[in-house]
């Protein structure tokens, strides 16, 4: 077993309503007296987390980080280590979506190591030791970040994904009742994030018999209930998607993420597409595309029938007959939560922005796609998605 998957098997998870309460205890098992708060002010208020943290901080020095971006910077990253090292605090906690998680990921560690942040990101140093422990309070169901050992950070306009061992949360804190609040349009994307991460494992070149589980179970949460999040949210549904959320981090943790997410990234940064839309936008496309594997363009060790077997469960899994069936599936998922669901949809409909999405793909990304990309092939995707509406 690898040393990420050690951690995650010692981390401690509370996936329940009122699990925000569970702070409580933490705070008091390690006598925590100092607390540096990642927190999104706008969430906290709206999910009710403020009461409940009040409460439990009532006796610990708290140094708050709450003016950042969404999508994390790595300036916003070093302005927190420099806050962090001035109050040198017992412990991390991170309220909020995959934002505030990931920016307590990289503060908390990238703060007690002797290199240079910017160097680590870039990957020209590494980590060379843990930080204080850190809670994860997500109030949105869809990225799973409290469960995966990486972050994700954009430098000068490039996005880079920090991956170790101690980036994994000490605690997670997945209390649906924080998700009640949230606005269709936030409901939407994130859940499409989760539903997209879960497709993304199962046809990963980096899933084992684990992750499948795991994208199993999330991808069928997600087909069940993401919509009637969306249009008709109840308890059950809130839950059902925190579950969905979850679960693809811990699946994506293992597996890693492949093209759709690749290629959501210059989506986001080029077209301000949120993250959970800009990569469902292409996910039924490129399940066309790796359905159609060969023996000389599978990058998948385990060979094309393994892959075509993966492409199978995904076709089941949507209640499809067929590869062309199932991609009308996730466009009407798309659909249904008011989002676009095609690039013509969302305004990307000329060849030279085409062009430039391909330019700014993440390339390790695209390594963990089963069937190997050119710049040629995704045009033809990009271009080919749009006649099919």
């Given at each position: 077993?690898?040393?990420?998957l050690?951690?995650?098997s010692?981390?401690?998870?509370?996936?329940?309503p009122?699990?925000?309460?569970?702070?409580?205890?933490i705070l008091?098992?390690?006598?925590?007296?100092r607390?540096?708060?990642?927190?999104?002010?706008?969430?906290?208020?709206?999910?009710?987390?403020?009461?409940?943290?009040?409460d439990a901080?009532?006796?610990?020095e708290?140094?708050?980080f709450?003016?950042?971006?969404?999508?994390?910077?790595?300036?916003?990253?070093?302005?927190?280590?420099?806050?962090?090292?001035?109050?040198?605090?017992?412990?991390?906690?991170?309220?909020?979506?995959?934002?505030?998680?990931d920016?307590?990921k990289?503060?908390?560690?990238?703060?007690?190591?002797?290199?240079d942040?910017?160097?680590?990101?870039?990957?020209h140093?590494?980590?060379?030791?843990?930080?204080?422990?850190?809670?994860?309070?997500?109030?949105?169901?869809?990225?799973?970040s409290?469960?995966?050992?990486?972050?994700?950070?954009?430098v000068d306009?490039?996005?880079?994904?920090?991956?170790?061992?101690?980036?994994?949360p000490?605690?997670?804190l997945?209390?649906?009742?924080?998700?009640?609040?949230?606005?269709?349009?936030?409901?939407?994307a994130?859940?499409?994030?989760?539903f997209?991460?879960a497709?993304?494992?199962?046809?990963?070149?980096?899933?084992?018999?684990?992750s499948c589980?795991?994208a199993?179970?999330?991808?069928l949460?997600?087909?069940?209930?993401?919509?009637s999040?969306?249009?008709?949210?109840?308890?059950?549904?809130?839950?059902?998607m925190?579950?969905a959320s979850?679960?693809?981090?811990?699946?994506?943790?293992?597996?890693?993420t492949t093209?759709?997410h690749?290629?959501?990234?210059?989506?986001?940064?080029?077209?301000?597409?949120?993250?959970?839309?800009a990569?469902?936008?292409?996910?039924a496309?490129?399940?066309?595309?790796?359905?159609?594997?060969?023996?000389?363009d599978?990058?998948?060790?385990?060979?094309?029938?393994?892959?075509?077997?993966?492409?199978?469960?995904?076709?089941?899994?949507?209640g499809?007959?067929?590869?062309?069936?199932?991609?009308k599936?996730?466009?009407?998922?798309?659909?249904?939560?008011?989002?676009?669901?095609?690039?013509?949809?969302?305004?990307?409909?000329?060849p030279?922005q085409?062009?430039?999405i391909?330019?700014g793909?993440?390339?390790?990304?695209m390594s963990?796609?089963?069937?190997r990309?050119?710049?040629?092939?995704?045009?033809?995707?990009?271009?080919?998605?749009?006649?099919d509406?």
């Amino acid at each position: 077993m690898s040393e990420a998957l050690q951690k995650a098997s010692l981390s401690s998870v509370t996936l329940a309503p009122a699990a925000l309460s569970e702070i409580t205890s933490i705070l008091s098992k390690h006598a925590v007296k100092r607390v540096f708060l990642v927190v999104d002010p706008v969430a906290s208020a709206a999910s009710g987390a403020d009461t409940v943290l009040a409460d439990a901080l009532n006796h610990c020095e708290v140094t708050p980080f709450s003016k950042f971006q969404l999508n994390p910077k790595l300036e916003d990253v070093q302005r927190g280590i420099a806050l962090f090292r001035d109050n040198d605090p017992e412990m991390v906690i991170a309220l909020g979506g995959g934002t505030a998680i990931d920016l307590a990921k990289m503060i908390g560690t990238l703060a007690v190591q002797s290199n240079d942040a910017r160097a680590i990101v870039l990957g020209h140093n590494q980590i060379q030791c843990d930080g204080p422990p850190l809670v994860a309070v997500p109030t949105t169901a869809g990225t799973g970040s409290e469960a995966t050992h990486f972050a994700v950070v954009y430098v000068d306009g490039d996005k880079y994904s920090l991956a170790d061992p101690t980036l994994l949360p000490d605690y997670a804190l997945v209390d649906p009742l924080l998700t009640h609040s949230l606005p269709a349009r936030i409901t939407a994307a994130t859940g499409l994030d989760a539903f997209c991460q879960a497709i993304e494992s199962l046809w990963a070149v980096g899933a084992t018999e684990e992750s499948c589980e795991y994208a199993t179970q999330a991808a069928l949460l997600s087909i069940g209930h993401l919509v009637s999040s969306v249009q008709n949210p109840t308890p059950e549904s809130r839950m059902a998607m925190c579950q969905a959320s979850h679960l693809a981090g811990k699946a994506i943790d293992i597996s890693k993420t492949t093209a759709s997410h690749a290629l959501s990234y210059p989506l986001t940064s080029l077209h301000g597409l949120p993250h959970g839309i800009a990569v469902a936008l292409t996910l039924a496309p490129m399940l066309g595309f790796n359905s159609e594997v060969t023996a000389p363009d599978c990058v998948d060790p385990r060979g094309v029938d393994y892959v075509r077997r993966r492409i199978s469960t995904i076709v089941d899994l949507l209640g499809a007959t067929d590869v062309p069936s199932a991609c009308k599936k996730i466009r009407s998922i798309l659909s249904d939560t008011g989002c676009p669901a095609s690039l013509v949809e969302a305004g990307i409909t000329h060849p030279s922005q085409w062009e430039q999405i391909i330019r700014g793909v993440n390339a390790e990304r695209m390594s963990n796609n089963p069937r190997r990309t050119t710049s040629d092939s995704l045009l033809r995707l990009l271009s080919e998605s749009n006649d099919d509406q």
